[in-house]
């Protein structure tokens, strides 16, 4: 049964506190990718990866940075958290080669205060 | 930057009826996927139907594509409460190999028992 996993289902954090959300999948999958979730905007790309090291900005990386230092864990960072990036977020992945269903976690709820 | 279009935003019906559920699209695409989301969760995949293809079938789902005016539409027959969910499209936009998806705005579905 294929997995992605995010370390927190709901996190509180201040405004200013550097922020770690986890992402493991458990099906060797190339790519990764993170979004956030507002209501009546659906879900916009943050940042993707292809593959360990490697990552591309997505839609609103503005204030995030990622990391992929292992194929099965990717991770967003929020530098200095604010209080305009309280939000879903979610992770996915999908394999390289099409045709690209993404399987995703299961979110964090990130309220920043 | 939004690709998919949902139509209608709400849609409220009664159990046994169908839903359907409407997509629009900007640019060329290989496939065109079709999600679920249950209230604070992540998005589940439901189908995928590829461009060379009109319609596609799985159990009380029903979906259709027309490439020529770059729409798709999903019906959900006999609809159940535990139908209750959002419903978002996602296309590829011909992205290559990097599996990226460009998803909608959702259509909210309310199945009342």
């Known amino acids: 049964d294929v997995k992605v996993t995010q370390s927190s289902r709901y996190l509180v954090k201040r405004t200013g506190e550097k922020v770690f959300l986890e992402c493991v999948q458990d099906?060797?999958?190339?790519?990764m990718f993170w979004y956030r979730q507002d209501p009546g905007l659906g879900l916009r790309l943050i940042y993707f990866s292809y593959d360990v090291k490697m990552k591309e900005k997505g839609d609103i990386p503005e204030g995030y940075s990622v990391s992929r230092e292992k194929k099965e864990r990717f991770s967003l960072i929020l530098e200095s958290a604010s209080t305009n990036q309280t939000s879903m977020y979610l992770c996915?992945?999908?394999?390289?080669?099409?045709?690209?269903?993404?399987?995703f976690g299961p979110g964090t709820r990130l309220t920043v205060t | 930057s939004q690709q998919g279009e949902e139509d209608p935003q709400a849609l409220s019906i009664q159990e046994g009826e169908n839903a359907t559920m409407n997509c629009s699209y900007k640019?060329?695409?290989?496939?065109l996927q079709w999600y679920r989301q249950n209230s604070g969760r992540g998005l589940v995949h439901l189908i995928l139907i590829r461009s060379n293809e009109r319609e596609k079938h799985s159990g009380r789902l029903r979906v259709t594509l027309d490439t020529s005016k770059k729409s798709s539409s999903l019906l959900i027959t006999a609809s159940r409460a535990a139908d209750t969910a959002s419903y978002f499209c996602a296309t590829d936009g011909r992205s290559g190999n990097t599996g990226k998806l460009i998803f909608g705005q959702g259509t909210t579905l309310q199945v009342k028992p």
């Open positions: 099906m060797d999958h190339e790519n």
């Open positions: 640019t060329s695409i290989n496939n």
């Open positions: 996915a992945s999908n394999g390289a080669g099409g045709p690209y269903e993404q399987y």
